[in-house]
C-alpha cells in the first residue's frame, strides 16, 4: 500500500472512530507500529489528527468539519445544488423570503447571493454566514437556541419572532414527505418551529433530494397539503410525484443532468 493511500486510509478510520489506537491501525493495516507513528506524525503536521499516547484523535478543527449538517452537504450534493438553482428561479426581486436551516436550503441561499433588492430571514447560521458579504440582501436572524446539529436557531425564542413576520415565500426542507403521512422530521424538538415558520406565508415551497419522497420520519409537521410546491429531482418515484399531484400540490421536477432544466408535465 502506498503511503497516500495509508494516510487516506488512516483518516478514514479516525474520523468514523474519534480516536484509535497505533497498535490498532497497525493490525488493521498489516504495517509495522513505526510506519504507523512516521504516518500520524505526518499528518499531525498538517492538522488532520492531534496525537495522544499511543494513538490519535480527530483534530479539533476536523471535529468541526464533522458536524452532522456539514458532512450531509456531501449527500446528493448534485442534486441539491441543481434544485437551489430552480427554486432561486422562483424568487422575485424585492420579495422577502424565508429560508429555513438544512443543507438543500444553504444551496438555495448559495444561488442567491447575488441578487440584489431581497429580504432573507433566516434561522440557519449557514445560511446567514454565507449572505453576509451579500451587499443587495437584507439579512434578518431568528435568535434562539443554539441547535448544534445543523448550526440552527430554534425554541419558544425564535418561535415568537417568527410568528409576528410575513414574508412573500417560506422555502423548507424535511426528512420526508408522504402522500399519506404528509412532511415529518427526525428531531421532535423542531416540530413547533417548523409549523410555525409555515403559518408565516401562503406561498410554502418544500425542497427535498429524490430520497425523501415516500419517507416517513419521526415527527409529524403537517399534511402534504399544507405546501403549495414541492420542488425534487427526475429521480423521484413518478408514482409518489403522481399521489402528490392528485393532492393538488405543484410538484417540480429538476432534471439533474440539466441543472437548470425543469420538467413539470405529468408523468
Known amino acids: 500500500m502506498f503511503r497516500e493511500t495509508r494516510i487516506q486510509k488512516i483518516q478514514e478510520i479516525v474520523n468514523k472512530k ?9 493490525e488493521m493495516l498489516s504495517v509495522s507500529t513505526m510506519t504507523i507513528r512516521r504516518d500520524l506524525l505526518s499528518m499531525m503536521d498538517k492538522g488532520l489528527i492531534d496525537r495522544t499516547y499511543g494513538g ?38 424585492g420579495e422577502t423570503i424565508y429560508i ?14 447575488n441578487r440584489s433588492n431581497l429580504t432573507v430571514v433566516t434561522n440557519s447560521l449557514p445560511v446567514a454566514n454565507l449572505l453576509i458579504t451579500s451587499e443587495g ?30 414574508v412573500d415565500k417560506v422555502i423548507v426542507g424535511c426528512g420526508g414527505v408522504s402522500p399519506e403521512f404528509g ?7 423542531d416540530m413547533m418551529m417548523d409549523r410555525t415558520y409555515m403559518s408565516i406565508s401562503k406561498n410554502i415551497i418544500v425542497v427535498v433530494d429524490h430520497t425523501k419522497l415516500g419517507r416517513v420520519a419521526k415527527s ?32 417540480l421536477l429538476v432534471n439533474i443532468e440539466e441543472p437548470s432544466g425543469l420538467k413539470n408535465e405529468a408523468n
Open 18 to 26: 474519534g480516536a484509535v489506537r497505533v497498535n490498532e491501525l497497525a
Open 100 to 113: 429555513a436551516a438544512g443543507t438543500t436550503m444553504y444551496w438555495v441561499a448559495k444561488a442567491i447571493a
Open 137 to 166: 440582501i437584507d439579512v434578518i436572524i431568528v435568535g434562539g437556541f443554539l441547535r448544534r446539529k445543523d448550526f440552527s436557531l430554534i425554541g419558544h425564542l425564535a418561535e415568537r419572532i417568527v410568528h409576528d413576520l410575513r
Open 220 to 251: 409529524y409537521t403537517c399534511p402534504v397539503t399544507s405546501v403549495q410546491t414541492i420542488v425534487t429531482s427526475n429521480l423521484a418515484s413518478p408514482e409518489i410525484v403522481k399521489q402528490l399531484r392528485r393532492q393538488g400540490v405543484e410538484v
Open 56 to 93: 490519535a484523535v480527530l483534530a479539533k478543527e476536523q471535529n468541526l468539519l464533522q458536524a452532522p449538517i456539514l458532512m450531509r452537504m456531501r449527500d446528493q450534493a448534485e442534486e441539491k445544488k441543481a434544485i437551489a438553482q430552480v427554486v432561486a428561479k422562483t424568487i422575485k426581486h
Open 183 to 189: 412532511l415529518t422530521n427526525e428531531y421532535m424538538e
